[in-house]
């Protein structure tokens, strides 16, 4: 039987405040000594009373402008009641039927052709603390033992919840990587997936291709990257068409991205609303808003990827894959564009954008603003290309020593000697000494072997360790050819 998949995405957004979400704590907690940033409102002590963060409120609001959302003029915040050993008050606030977003869409690109995925909801809530298993892998299962940090209890947390409109797993990466971009270019979070500052969920289920009716769909946590996002849903996707075409049942579960084994494993069984026993927050008033505030927030939005990728192919004629390709991140559109600042060659900038410096952030694991290079390196080495200082093969080692160093590729050129030969009388030599060392190479070039040329060249290239310049060395061999 053929299967379609569907899937539905619950992102959970760290947002960028300076205070926690009820209480004055500081939010930016990553990285400080365990339980130093709390106080009794974020752990829920008796008699503590939250207050609610305008920042927080502020931010999801854009957010939902970004994300076509209707902005809710009245909204309520509910207490969502469980037991975790890392939220304190065995209770989280958060909004339940009244959130402050909702009905919104994002235009998700896939193999040329746009698609529309809905977004449900966008509400807030705070953040629970952190659980660290001692031994087992880091995890539960075989730990020797458990510690709680409550630093990061009381964070602002914007839930965004997409309708099951999603169609595989690649379209789930697109779509995510496009809401990313969406968060930078708002700057609401600094959006790093490594630290947990963005976090997602899936629901995942199958169905037989034409049917209407969804099928029991299993929730998959512990995605901490597009890329095990991709591989999480893939394997779950196969899972439950493996359980149905032998007869099974899938069960409604939330189940654990193992991303060293690459498979999922039984969680818990999933909860359902009304286990949560939703019930008002009796301690916070409800929030109305503003209508001319919310159309201030409308009018303040900044430039967002679609609308930059659209003046990127106008201002720098460049095509809808590179803009697409420049302008997936907020660091990315931005290091572009610095360097156009005191660079003219569209194309050259955007080939070594896509070219040199993704494969070394790719081999790195790491965001363009997280490495050692800057516009100003990247300028300084095509300026030193287009004067002949050195060629592009050179130019490629000295990139990769200045990614991994953060010198200026001047200073690199300099302490390694890697300034161009264009010296003619010093490649003829060289070349000489080529064709006198390979006559069955030249005899073949002779015959009509055209390949034989960039042996040859390859063989100048070597005696001269790349800093020949390419175009004299054809010159010079062809001549004597």
């Not at 004067?387 to 390694?416: C, H, N, R, W, Y």
Request: aromatic fraction near 8%; glycine fraction near 6%.
């Amino acid at each position: 039987m053929e299967y379609e998949v569907v899937i539905g995405l619950e992102i959970h957004v760290e947002l960028l405040t300076e205070s926690k979400m009820f209480c004055g704590c500081s939010a930016r907690t990553f990285g400080e000594k365990p339980n130093t940033l709390t106080c009794p409102v974020c752990l829920g002590m008796p008699g503590s009373l939250p207050v609610i963060n305008e920042k927080a409120i502020e931010y999801t609001v854009k957010t939902g402008l970004a994300l076509n959302c209707n902005i809710a003029p009245f909204s309520q915040f509910h207490r969502k009641n469980y037991f975790y050993p890392d939220m304190v008050k065995n209770y989280q606030i958060s909004q339940y039927d009244l959130p402050l977003c909702t009905n919104g869409y994002i235009e998700v690109e896939m193999d040329g052709h746009s698609r529309r995925v809905g977004i449900t909801r966008v509400h807030l809530e705070e953040d629970t603390g952190k659980l660290v298993h001692v031994g087992g892998a880091g995890r539960i299962a075989g730990a020797e033992y458990s510690l709680v940090d409550f630093n990061r209890s009381g964070v602002p947390l914007m839930e965004i919840v997409t309708k099951p409109d999603i169609r595989s797993p690649d379209e789930a990466k697109a779509f995510l990587q496009k809401l990313k971009s969406i968060l930078e270019h708002l700057e609401v979070s600094d959006c790093n997936m490594e630290q947990g500052s963005l976090r997602c969920d899936a629901n995942v289920s199958i169905r037989p291709v034409g049917s209407k009716e969804l099928g029991i769909k299993t929730e998959v946590k512990n995605m901490n990257s597009f890329k095990a996002l991709q591989r999480a849903l893939a394997y779950e996707v196969e899972r439950q068409k493996e359980i149905l075409e032998q007869g099974g049942v899938v069960e409604q579960e939330t189940r654990h991205w193992d991303d060293v084994k690459n498979v999922t494993t039984s969680l818990r069984t999933k909860e359902y609303a009304h286990d949560y026993r939703y019930f008002p927050e009796p301690d916070l008033v409800p929030i109305e808003l503003d209508r001319e505030w919310i159309e201030s927030l409308r009018v303040s939005l900044p430039e967002l990827p679609d609308a930059r990728k659209k003046r990127f192919q106008e201002q720098y004629a460049l095509s809808s894959s590179d803009a697409s390709f420049l302008t997936s991140s907020k660091a990315l559109g931005d290091f572009f564009e610095e360097c156009m600042k005191s660079y003219s060659d569209v194309k050259k900038v955007s080939n070594w954008m896509m070219g040199e410096l993704l494969y070394h952030l790719n081999a790195a694991n790491m965001e363009i603003d997280e490495c050692a290079v800057t516009p100003k390196h990247l300028v300084q080495l095509l300026k030193l290309i287009d004067d002949g200082t050195i060629s592009g093969k050179i130019a490629k080692a000295v990139f990769e020593e200045m990614f991994e160093t953060g010198k200026l590729p001047q200073i690199i050129v300099e302490e390694k000697g890697l300034t161009q030969i264009t010296d003619e009388e010093e490649l003829t030599r060289i070349v000489e000494l080529v064709l006198e060392e390979n006559p069955g190479v030249v005899e073949d070039y002779r015959k009509g072997r055209e390949r034989a040329l960039g042996f040859l060249v390859g063989q100048v290239m070597r005696l001269t360790k790349g800093r020949a310049n390419p175009q004299l060395v054809n010159k010079l061999l062809r001549e004597r050819l």
